[in-house]
């Protein structure tokens, strides 16, 4: 095909997305035609102008170049392009955005030849950040990562976080496209039609820049094929557009984002892109026929080893449970925001270098490369404090539509960090991690738990959170313990508990503590390790609600959305009481154990709330706490 | 005093500065002495250099320059200055880290000087955005803001979102200092020592960039004073330090981050300072006294205005209700993410342009600005979509430690928003807001309790969160009706309520609906408008859950950390079984009705709920449930 013929069929391409586009939106009542119109060359150059390489009949090819929708809300386009690649029909266009269909608002998961969701913008450089260390460094393939990003959304800091760490890893093999439509929800963006804006940023960066006219075949192909022979950087396609292109009543008119036509301006539109051959269909280029670098076969990993009697911090546990466990999980990479000799990810980085990506304190690129990485079949486990995950709670919560496998790691958890104050204690994450819907969040009281259940995250298909503790803690449990995600460990027990305790991490060794003053003075309470907070046991829960009628919660977290409520809710219909003890004041320096005993979840507390318990119920029963 | 005078008195304050670093950390025991010492000449000639303006008398004063250290766990700097001041007395920086001391780990707002609590990283310039915005556009003073950055910290997205706002709004009274010790927590940061590095990514923002070597105090004071001069765009000081300096052994050394000495090599090292006069103090120079721009008094807001029958979104009220109030509030400041038509942040826009701030999609920058605003005496309301304050909840979480009273406003909540899908839907917002101590959070259902609940959050001293709702919703209350925060509605009532049903927001609309149909088979309900979700009215539900036996709560949000879970939390200790419907199911697009069926929070699914807990009721009692 001469270049000629080749852009004459990128342009009867085009009209037809543009078709697409109009058509699929106008019968949804919703969405965003112009985000997409202005895109719609740069998309089909890239696909359809020899650029991309994928097999549309195998979107899971380990070889396939990866494209990523950071401006998500462009889903008509993305899903018009995989019409005129012939892989989505004309009827499935018009199921756009109704219940049920794969074609939702924005991509998810549901859509097959979405790499993540978006829609949250400012998230898509992270995950192709993810995706092509993953090809550079892991599986050794000569795949590249596409990610369209809207000018819009290059206000985002993260986007400058995922910039900045591509050029670190040098990733030749990651090529952004920034469609400079000019126009954002409700007016101009900062910098307008500044292309020069974009370039200096982006280039002091150290990215290489290309500036497009992003509506000319011929220009837009020149820089494709010109990215493609760029080695060390990553390539920055900046393209100038129109938003609305092709219907010129759209063409760079404030007021017309996320809006659609009515059904007579539809017709408008149409009649405007000319004739439209609704046969035609766009060739994707294969990918080379390569497998990834073969990985280690999985093999066995020594059983962990702790002397009796001499405490341990479980973030320590959890460093080494990871490089213990890589050989028989070699999917397993880890990540850390700068803080790997805190989190004791810097166990597992000096064990196996070769898996561990140092991501600097930039948790929403870490996080959104986390997901890049799952999604190309490993299995992340990505650590920072446990405060900093709130940094990055928007990509974890976009995470859970993208079908993920990420592990996530909060160490110094709770006021017990002691002296270093409330901006380092992590107060929130359970709260944080439990809103996350089948997200799985673990809690371990000592270093042998932790090493079994950092090993329950490996094998558990979904998203793990894992909450460390920074001081060292006794062992509780012996080698020959299991730990499954969903179950806890009943620790105290007799037929005469007048209260059951429940406890997980630090907090599980002041309810010990206080079984044991208590149990001096003749009153005896169950004490349960709830290690798996969520999912719970609830069997185990209810049964020792109702045999002794009191349920303490106590833990080293705000109460709100705390292991508190979570029992509460798993409970509420029983009609026992639960009365819970958290963290509830002003948190501040100090030294941890006045610091439990400031928040009123220590031993003491304990001892006392049983008591006050107790004394209630012998005034009235149950009903009367 | 000649410039050698004065770079001699700087000299002496700077020893003493040493001096007390490392006494206070090597007494406390834990502490970040070397990147103290880094910044020492920094900041000593910032404020003893005839550079800073500030009544140490009146750190209060509105016109007193500003200093923030983002680099938080400079905290002994921080202090040690103050002393150097003659502000801190010796014995109280022995306190430093002590349970109670208003000298914490990182600076909180127990430390009178300190303008916001720091020491989760990337923050300090957001606020200083904030400080600066409101020294330029709204009390038009000559103060400046100065903000203290460490090296590793600026890989954090958050700076360069503050970085293009503080250009696009000309902050030329905002002096940021990155302190360039080379060294971050587990070794070098991503540039090291490449200056050039950082200059040409600062520059390439807009910023005014002076390169200095941070020991050099005639260099460090050249570079201040040539900022003073800078005119229309902020400035950076970017300065070459060593981590450490001052003392041999620790100077550039890895492996020193956050530890302290052991009581010799603290002899040793101030061995190594020579002599130091411990009755130095240094002389700050004092603001001129200007107040700021007079506000117009407060005067009266008109009534709002409802048509009744016609249903309005909550969203929009929020709009009307800030821009009515302002009269009666002249502290208020709008803040929006570019997405001002959708929040209706845009109504007070057009109606207030002098008193509203465009922030981008920059959320992260966006809150750490309404801190600052704040702080500076301001009422700043500040807006995007629900699911987007999950972007900034690290900033949230840091201002509760800041004496706050920010305004935090969601819209777009639940997956009542149909056809966009998940990536826009707020459905952990109120989990999170809820951790938040002592933290507000109101959900209206109408636009007169929205407009009735927007005024009480600007009289509220402290954080709120409002949460509104995308689709138009009948109205419910009238103007005369009043809904202090804490309270509740109960909308529906009888003798022979059989459950009562606690909703609000969208789901409130839904309980109503529900309420009807089960009336018309003779089931009656007692339905609940829980508007104020945190406080919340502990005592009518209380009596309505004694009096009905069971509670159901409905909402448009994650079961985790949600209203069922406030509302189980109020109840655990009654032994009354508490229901929650809430969306428990992976969420897609569709129509909003379509929707909350399929989350189960519909008026079917109430429908259906009170008719189960009746059935197993009658077979035996509420514990049977």
Redesign the interface.
Same mark, same amino acid.
Do not use: C
């Given at each position: 095909m001469s270049d000629q013929e080749q852009i004459r069929k990128i342009e009867q391409l085009a009209r037809l997305i543009r078709y697409h586009i109009l058509v699929m939106t106008t019968r949804?009542?919703?969405?965003h035609p112009t985000s997409s119109l202005s895109s719609v060359e740069l998309m089909a150059c890239l696909l359809f102008g020899g650029i991309f390489r994928f097999d549309p009949d195998r979107p899971g090819h380990p070889n396939n170049d990866r494209l990523i929708f950071s401006k998500?809300h462009a889903s008509p386009l993305f899903y018009a392009l995989w019409a005129a690649a012939g892989k989505v029909s004309g009827e499935e266009l018009l199921t756009f #955005? =109704? +219940?049920?269909?794969p074609l %939702?608002?924005?991509p998810?998961a549901?859509f097959p030849y979405a790499e993540a969701?978006?829609?949250? @913008?400012?998230q898509g450089l992270a995950i192709g950040v993810g995706m092509a260390l993953n090809a550079k460094y892991l599986d050794d393939l000569p795949y590249r990562t596409y990610v369209l990003l809207g000018d819009?959304?290059m206000? =985002? $800091?993260?986007?400058? =976080?995922s910039l900045?760490l591509a050029v670190?890893y040098k990733l030749e093999n990651l090529v952004g496209i920034i469609d400079v439509n000019r126009l $954002?929800?409700?007016g101009e963006? @900062?910098y307008g039609w500044d292309l020069a804006a974009y370039e200096?940023?982006v280039?002091? +960066?150290g990215w290489k820049t290309l500036l497009v006219d992003g509506h000319s075949i011929a220009d837009t192909l020149a820089a494709y094929r010109e990215a493609l022979a760029v080695r060390e950087v990553p390539v920055m396609l900046i393209a100038k557009t129109l938003k609305g292109k092709g219907v010129s009543f759209l063409e760079n008119r404030n007021g017309w984002h996320g809006k659609t036509l009515g059904r007579e301006e539809c017709e408008r539109a149409l009649g405007e892109l000319g004739e439209v051959d609704r046969s035609v269909r766009g060739e994707i280029l294969r990918p080379e026929e390569r497998r990834p670098k073969a990985a280690p076969p999985a093999g066995k990993a020594p059983e962990p080893v702790y002397p009796p009697g001499e405490p341990v911090a479980t973030r320590r546990a959890y460093g080494n449970a990871l490089a213990r466990l890589y050989p028989r999980y070699p999917a397993i990479v880890g990540l850390d925001g700068?803080? $790997?000799?805190?989190t004791y990810a =810097?166990i597992f980085a000096k064990a196996h270098p070769e898996r561990f990506f140092e991501m !600097?304190?930039? &948790?929403?690129?870490m996080a959104g490369a986390a997901l890049g990485l799952c999604r190309r079949g490993k299995i992340p486990f990505v650590s920072t404090f446990a405060? +900093?995950w709130?940094?990055a709670? /928007?990509q974890?919560?976009?995470a859970? !539509?993208s079908a993920p496998n990420v592990k996530y790691v909060g160490s110094h958890a709770g006021v017990s960090i002691? &002296? /270093?104050?409330?901006?380092?204690m992590g107060? %929130?994450d359970i709260? @944080?991690f439990?809103?996350i819907?089948?997200g799985v969040v673990l809690y371990p009281a000592d270093a042998l738990s932790t090493e079994r259940l950092v090993e329950e995250a490996a094998r558990h298909e979904g998203m793990v959170y894992i909450r460390t503790t920074r001081m060292a803690t006794p062992l509780l449990y012996g080698p020959e313990e299991r730990f499954p995600i969903g179950g806890c460990k009943v620790l105290r027990r007799s037929e005469k508990d007048a209260a059951v305790v429940v406890a997980a991490g630090v907090t599980l060794h002041e309810a010990l503590a206080a079984h044991e003053i208590l149990s001096r003075e003749g009153i005896l309470v169950r004490v349960i390790d709830l290690y798996s907070v969520?999912p719970l046991d609830e069997a185990a829960l209810r049964e020792a609600a109702l045999a002794t009628g009191v349920v303490i919660t106590v833990e080293d977290h705000?109460?709100?959305?705390g292991i508190? %409520?979570?029992v509460?809710?798993a409970l509420?219909?029983?009609?026992?009481?639960?009365?819970?003890l958290a963290a509830? #004041?002003?948190p501040?320096?100090?030294?941890p154990q &006045?610091?439990l005993d400031?928040e009123g979840i220590s031993r003491t507390a304990i001892v006392q709330k049983v008591k006050a318990c107790l004394a209630l119920a012998r005034k009235g029963g149950?009903?009367a706490?």
């Open positions: 949804a009542g919703s969405g998500g #955005r =109704e +219940f049920g269909s %939702e608002g924005h998810t549901a969701a978006t829609g949250s @913008l400012g819009s959304e206000a =985002e $800091g993260s986007q400058w =976080e900045q670190h $954002g929800q409700r963006t @900062l200096r940023r280039s002091a +960066f700068e803080v $790997g000799n805190s =810097e !600097y304190i930039a &948790e929403q690129n405060a +900093f709130t940094r709670f /928007d974890i919560r976009m859970q !539509y002691g &002296e /270093d104050g409330p901006s380092q107060l %929130e709260a @944080l439990r809103t819907l089948n969520q705000h109460a709100a959305g508190g %409520e979570a509460g809710g509420a219909s029983l009609g026992v009481p639960v009365f819970s509830v #004041r002003m501040k320096s100090g030294k &006045e610091l400031y149950p009903q706490l």
